[in-house]
């Protein structure tokens, strides 16, 4: 009788006719598509994805086009959701957000993740002063708030960066150095990556540590690899799975990271769109005009819902004591 889900073997141990081998990743593709919850994460994601891409496309208006003959009405025909204080379409500024947030949650997740390997890598196998003063480093940020840490980050670093952009553009004649939008991602890109990698370097200094000593590291070893070997060869790869659950929540921390330091006014400044910054300017409207202020709010949760209910469908998927 044939089991789902199970791979059938003969009684000496070999495959049975027919049927194939089936490892990690298969395994838990299998059982992510079998998660309903998981699967409403992966399409509330798949539909802010579609919004940022074709939301635009779509619209015939430019999220940056004011019409003050139309302001803070409510939707309609003629603008889906409505329009903003500066009459602006608020369909279109709404997708422009999701373009902002993706962009920061998909960007931050990728220098974060990557610093916090390199980190956690380097103090893991090297040990000693470096491990300590890694891990010193690693504790140090953990013990401020994210959005403390990444408010100070950002207000510190933002007027040197523009100076710096400034001096650049004015020898180079590089005008576009010159656009404030442009360093506002920058600096929002940065304060972020600066803020969350940590916990990457921890985990993957943690599992580092737990492999190390592993018969495959040692036989690694006892044939010549080198270190920089053994870690890009058989450590990080087998590191994976925990890196890829951590980082898919990750993406919806960052997008509420980034909405919460706009909100606040030291993020994506106008004409930039960001969900944060649609609510702050919009905040004041509320008895008058509450869409401005529920519809990027209710975006904004529905995105970070989305990637966190993938986040836990993976960290099902991929740890196999928790797979049903």
């Given at each position: 009788?044939?089991?789902?889900?199970?791979?059938?073997?003969?009684?000496?141990?070999?495959?049975?006719?027919?049927?194939?081998?089936?490892?990690?990743?298969?395994?838990?593709?299998?059982?992510?598509?079998?998660?309903?919850?998981?699967?409403?994460?992966?399409?509330?994601?798949?539909?802010?994805?579609?919004?940022?891409?074709?939301?635009?496309?779509?619209?015939?208006?430019?999220?940056?086009?004011?019409?003050?003959?139309?302001?803070?009405?409510?939707?309609?025909?003629?603008?889906?959701?409505?329009?903003?204080?500066?009459?602006?379409?608020?369909?279109?500024?709404?997708?422009?957000?999701?373009?902002?947030?993706?962009?920061?949650?998909?960007?931050?997740?990728?220098?974060?993740?990557?610093?916090?390997?390199?980190?956690?890598?380097?103090?893991?196998?090297?040990?000693?002063?470096?491990?300590?003063?890694?891990?010193?480093?690693?504790?140090?940020?953990?013990?401020?708030?994210?959005?403390?840490?990444?408010?100070?980050?950002?207000?510190?670093?933002?007027?040197?960066?523009?100076?710096?952009?400034?001096?650049?553009?004015?020898?180079?004649?590089?005008?576009?150095?010159?656009?404030?939008?442009?360093?506002?991602?920058?600096?929002?890109?940065?304060?972020?990556?600066?803020?969350?990698?940590?916990?990457?370097?921890?985990?993957?200094?943690?599992?580092?540590?737990?492999?190390?000593?592993?018969?495959?590291?040692?036989?690694?070893?006892?044939?010549?690899?080198?270190?920089?070997?053994?870690?890009?060869?058989?450590?990080?790869?087998?590191?994976?799975?925990?890196?890829?659950?951590?980082?898919?929540?990750?993406?919806?921390?960052?997008?509420?990271?980034?909405?919460?330091?706009?909100?606040?006014?030291?993020?994506?400044?106008?004409?930039?769109a960001s969900w944060?910054?649609?609510?702050?300017?919009?905040?004041?409207?509320?008895?008058?005009?509450?869409h401005l202020v529920?519809?990027?709010?209710?975006?904004?949760?529905?995105?970070?819902?989305?990637?966190?209910?993938?986040g836990d469908g993976?960290?099902?998927?991929?740890?196999?004591?928790?797979?049903?």
């Amino acid at each position: 009788m044939d089991i789902p889900g199970i791979t059938k073997i003969n009684l000496d141990g070999r495959l049975a006719p027919g049927a194939r081998p089936r490892g990690l990743w298969s395994d838990a593709w299998r059982s992510l598509m079998r998660n309903r919850i998981a699967l409403l994460g992966l399409l509330i994601s798949l539909l802010i994805g579609l919004l940022a891409l074709f939301g635009n496309s779509v619209s015939p208006y430019n999220p940056n086009r004011q019409d003050l003959d139309h302001v803070a009405e409510g939707p309609s025909a003629e603008h889906w959701l409505g329009t903003d204080q500066l009459g602006r379409d608020y369909f279109s500024r709404v997708a422009a957000g999701a373009r902002t947030a993706l962009l920061v949650g998909f960007t931050v997740t990728l220098i974060a993740c990557l610093l916090g390997i390199v980190l956690g890598a380097v103090s893991a196998y090297a040990g000693g002063l470096t491990d300590m003063l890694v891990s010193r480093l690693s504790d140090a940020t953990m013990a401020f708030p994210k959005l403390l840490l990444a408010s100070f980050v950002n207000a510190t670093a933002k007027p040197p960066f523009q100076a710096a952009l400034a001096w650049v553009a004015a020898r180079t004649g590089l005008a576009l150095l010159t656009d404030t939008v442009i360093a506002d991602y920058i600096v929002v890109l940065g304060a972020l990556s600066l803020t969350l990698w940590y916990g990457y370097a921890r985990l993957v200094r943690g599992e580092i540590l737990r492999l190390r000593e592993m018969d495959f590291v040692l036989s690694a070893r006892a044939i010549g690899a080198s270190p920089w070997q053994i870690v890009r060869r058989h450590l990080i790869p087998n590191a994976l799975a925990p890196i890829i659950i951590y980082a898919t929540a990750g993406i919806g921390e960052a997008m509420l990271l980034e909405a919460s330091l706009s909100y606040l006014g030291i993020g994506i400044q106008p004409p930039g769109a960001s969900w944060g910054q649609m609510i702050s300017t919009s905040i004041d409207q509320w008895r008058y005009a509450p869409h401005l202020v529920a519809i990027p709010g209710v975006v904004l949760a529905l995105a970070v819902l989305g990637f966190n209910l993938l986040g836990d469908g993976v960290n099902d998927a991929l740890d196999p004591r928790r797979r049903r």
